[in-house]
């Protein structure tokens, strides 16, 4: 069977010290398959959209913002990610610039400033694969990840990249 995934943007705005990264809050719909965590912002890819594009548009529907410097800093396959078993391939990004304030709330959540370092201590409420690969989001390695996380019944059930 072909491998068709949904396609989406995962992106991690840091704050102009980079000291804190910008995060949804997910706790404004009561059936959210997010709900209570804390994420990137991001989306869907749309049709005839690039995913440099998908990220910027996101940026600005989710926070106001326009993102100025991007990295792409890797991929991960998600197959069974979704609520209904639904596989996932994401591009996640870096936005280390960007223009304009963000409300503190939208659609999905609150948006807060955490501190990266909290971040990466795993002390949120986040997708139980996210400690995986948010290390490699913010390694000081120029090198972009390219990953496979299966997951079933919402949980992962392994990881493996590689980098390039």
């Known amino acids: 069977m072909p491998y ?13 010290d980079r000291a804190s990264v910008l995060l949804v809050h997910r706790n404004a719909r009561a059936q959210d ?8 912002l991001g989306g869907k890819i749309e049709p005839h959209e690039d995913v ?3 990220m910027r548009r996101e ?15 890797g991929t991960i396959s ?5 609520k209904e078993g639904e596989d996932w391939l994401g591009f996640i990004f870096l936005i280390t610039r960007f223009r304009g304030e963000p409300p503190p709330a939208n659609a999905e959540g609150s948006l807060e400033w955490v ?17 995986f690969f948010l290390p490699l989001v913010f390694a000081e390695d120029p090198r972009q990840f ?3 996380m299966p997951y079933r019944e919402g949980q992962p059930v392994s990881w493996s990249y590689t980098l390039i």
């Not at 998600?78 to 979704?82: A, I, R, Y």
């Not at 501190?115 to 400690?131: A, I, S």
């Open 146 to 148: 390219h990953g496979v």
């Open 59 to 73: 940026l600005r529907e989710e926070a106001a913002i326009e993102a100025l410097d991007l990295t792409l800093r």
């Open 115 to 131: 501190p990266v370092e909290r971040l990466l201590r795993g002390d949120l409420p986040l997708w139980p694969g996210d400690p």
């Open 52 to 54: 440099v594009s998908g």
């Open 33 to 40: 398959q997010h709900l209570g965590k804390y994420n990137g």
């Open 78 to 82: 998600w197959p069974g990610f979704g």
């Open 4 to 16: 068709t995934p949904i396609i989406a943007t995962l992106g991690y705005v840091l704050s102009p």
